[in-house]
């Protein structure tokens, strides 16, 4: 199985400085990263021989870190299912995720998530590769999520989340519409007592921040763009509620109607960020999906 390595080259600036400084300063790597692999034969080495964190590079040598473990850590088993990759590289991996399945696994579905299907990814191709989220979508919603494939990568970009460095972009279809052309949603979400799943706006809650605007009106729904500022368990969805303009086909926060979609009509259209590892700023996009591009018809403009 191919491990991923991080390597620097020790120049004239850099000689005579520990290992450890040079881990952390130089390369970014944390105290947690470097405990899981200090351990390894090749964790960390100086030309390929493995060095104490205390040890003093010299000029001309070469320091590698061993990013990868040799054996998962995370207890997803391997499964074959689908993906749909949009990009793919040995530090991240960017899907766009179909409605219906469920990111991680969890009661009753321990062989049949993107997890699952990510780790078998990752055998086929001969990785060390984890399953390392960054974020998450509900299971009726579809779209782009980002996933890395180490604990370095993913320290790196959850660092970026709720940062601006960090950017989502969904598209949802509601029952009415908002009522101002665009604006910021700024309620605390909370849990709703008795209920194991639902949540709804309750001045005792977490902070949550959504900005929304305004796309197009199809009657009876409307076309909203929104972006996350923060993270709350079905945020988009009780927010669209709140403002009296829920996601049309959502059972918990609107109307079910199963002839219409069979999921609450919310897509992840669009994702920034900065690279984990080079810091080059990568921008995905994923066209709205046929079921939910069929509650809008250009014939129903208002």
């Given amino acids: 199985m191919s491990a991923r390595y991080l390597t620097l080259h020790i120049g004239p600036e850099l000689a005579g400085q520990e290992v450890n400084t040079l881990l952390r ?3 970014g790597l944390s105290g947690t990263v470097l405990r899981r692999v200090k351990w390894l034969e090749d964790g960390i080495a100086l030309d390929g021989a493995r060095v104490n964190v205390r040890a003093r590079a010299q000029e001309g040598q070469t320091l590698s870190v061993r990013l990868t473990l040799p054996a998962p850590t995370s207890g997803v088993v391997p499964a074959p299912g689908p993906l749909d990759i949009v990009y793919e590289d040995a530090d991240l991996i960017v899907l766009s995720k179909a409605p219906g399945v469920l990111v991680h696994p969890g009661h009753g579905h321990f062989d049949d998530t993107l997890g699952n299907f ?3 990814h990752y055998k086929e191709l001969g990785e060390e590769s984890d ?4 974020h998450r979508l509900d299971k009726g919603t579809s779209g782009l999520l980002a996933v890395a494939k180490h604990p370095h990568a993913q320290e790196k970009l959850k660092d970026q989340l709720h940062t601006r460095a960090f950017r989502r972009v969904y598209l949802a279809v509601c029952d009415g519409a908002p009522p101002q052309p665009s604006g910021t949603v700024d309620a605390p979400i909370g849990p709703v007592d008795g209920s194991l799943a639902a949540r709804r706006v309750r001045p005792d809650g977490k902070p949550a921040r959504t900005h929304y605007r305004l796309l197009r009106t199809f009657a ?7 972006e996350l500022e923060t993270g709350r368990t079905h945020q988009i969805r009780v ?3 709140h403002l009296g303009c829920p996601l049309t086909g959502d059972f918990l926060y609107g109307r079910e109607d199963r002839a219409l979609i ?3 009509a919310l897509h992840s ?3 920034e960020l900065d690279h984990p590892l080079t810091g080059v700023r990568l921008r995905f996009a994923a066209p709205l999906p046929a079921d939910m591009a069929a509650l809008i018809s250009e014939e129903d403009i208002v």
Avoid: D, K
């Fill in 262 to 264: 069979g999921r609450p």
């Fill in 25 to 27: 300063r130089r390369l």
């Fill in 118 to 120: 990510l780790m078998y």
């Fill in 131 to 134: 399953f390392h989220p960054i």
């Fill in 239 to 241: 927010h669209m509620a």
């Fill in 269 to 271: 259209a669009a994702l």
């Fill in 220 to 226: 009876p729904r409307s076309l909203v763009e929104l």
